[in-house]
C-alpha cells in the first residue's frame, strides 16, 4: 500500500521550454502532496506544500510563478517549470502524507535536464 | 531551512557486520521518520517511530525514537550488499506537516 507514481521518470527539454511533472498517489487518498528538489549528494529541499482544491504553499526562495502546482484530486498534483533554464536542471521528488499521520510516502522522482 | 544532523556522513563495512547510524536536532520532534533512497531514486520509507523511547524494528533494522525527542537511531544487523544506499532520517514537528530532512549517510558494503 501507499503507492506514488511520478511521470515522466526523466525529461530532456529545450531552455525556454515549460515541463510538467505529474504525482499520483495510486491505493490512497492524499489530503496533501509535497514536492522537493534535490541536487547530486544533497538531502531533499521541500519547494512547496500543495493541498487538495486549494493554493500551494511555497517555501522561502521558491518562485510560485515558476514553479507552478495544481493539486486538483486527492490523487493528482502537477508541478509545471516554466520557462525552463539550465539552472533547472534537477532531481524532482514528490511525496503524498495520509491524514492524521503525518507519514510521507514518495514518488520514484523526475530527472529533469534542460539544454 | 533547519537540516538534522546525521552521524556518520558516510561508511563502508564488510557485508555481515552490524551498522548503526544517528540523527541528532536542536529542536523536539514528534515523529522520525528513517527512509532509505538508493541512485535515481524516491525515498523509501523503513521505519516510523511515534513517541518518545518507542523502539522499532522491520526485519534487520532497529529504529529507536530518543527520550528527548531531539534524537533517533538507525540499526542495521548483518549488512548485506543490497543495504547500500544513502539512509536519510526526517522529523516532524506537533501540529505540522512538513518533513525536516537529515544530511543523510551515505553506506557502502564491502563483499
Known amino acids: 500500500g501507499a503507492v506514488v507514481s511520478q511521470h515522466p521518470s526523466r525529461v530532456i527539454c529545450k531552455s525556454g521550454t515549460s515541463v510538467k511533472i505529474e504525482c499520483r498517489s495510486l491505493d490512497f487518498q492524499a489530503t496533501t502532496m509535497f514536492w522537493y528538489r534535490q541536487f547530486p549528494k544533497q538531502s531533499l529541499m521541500l519547494m512547496a506544500t500543495?493541498?487538495?482544491?486549494?493554493?500551494?504553499?511555497?517555501e522561502q526562495g521558491v518562485e510560485k510563478d515558476k514553479f507552478l502546482i495544481n493539486h486538483a484530486s486527492l490523487t493528482l498534483s502537477t508541478l509545471t517549470v516554466t520557462s525552463a533554464h539550465p539552472e533547472d536542471s534537477s532531481f524532482y521528488i514528490c511525496?503524498?502524507?495520509?491524514?492524521?499521520?503525518?507519514?510521507?510516502?514518495f514518488g520514484p522522482g523526475t530527472r529533469l535536464l534542460v539544454l | 531551512g533547519q537540516q538534522l544532523n546525521q552521524s556518520p556522513q558516510s561508511m563502508f563495512i564488510q557485508e555481515g557486520e552490524d551498522v548503526s547510524m544517528n540523527c541528532t536536532s536542536s529542536?523536539?520532534?514528534?515523529?522520525w521518520l528513517w527512509y532509505k533512497q538508493d541512485p535515481g531514486e524516491g525515498p523509501v520509507l523503513l521505519i516510523a517511530?511515534?513517541?518518545?523511547?518507542e523502539l522499532t524494528s522491520n526485519g534487520r533494522l532497529t529504529a529507536q525514537f530518543g527520550i528527548t525527542r531531539k534524537d533517533s537511531f538507525l540499526n542495521i544487523s548483518a549488512s548485506i550488499p543490497s543495504d547500500v544506499g544513502i539512509y536519510f532520517c526526517a522529523g516532524l514537528t506537533g501540529g505540522g506537516n512538513k518533513l525536516t530532512f537529515g544530511t543523510g549517510t551515505q553506506l557502502k558494503v564491502e563483499l
Open positions: 517511530l511515534y513517541k518518545a523511547g
Open positions: 529542536s523536539i520532534f514528534n515523529t
Open positions: 500543495s493541498n487538495e482544491g486549494s493554493k500551494a504553499t511555497y
Open positions: 511525496s503524498a502524507g495520509l491524514a492524521g499521520d503525518g507519514t510521507q510516502y
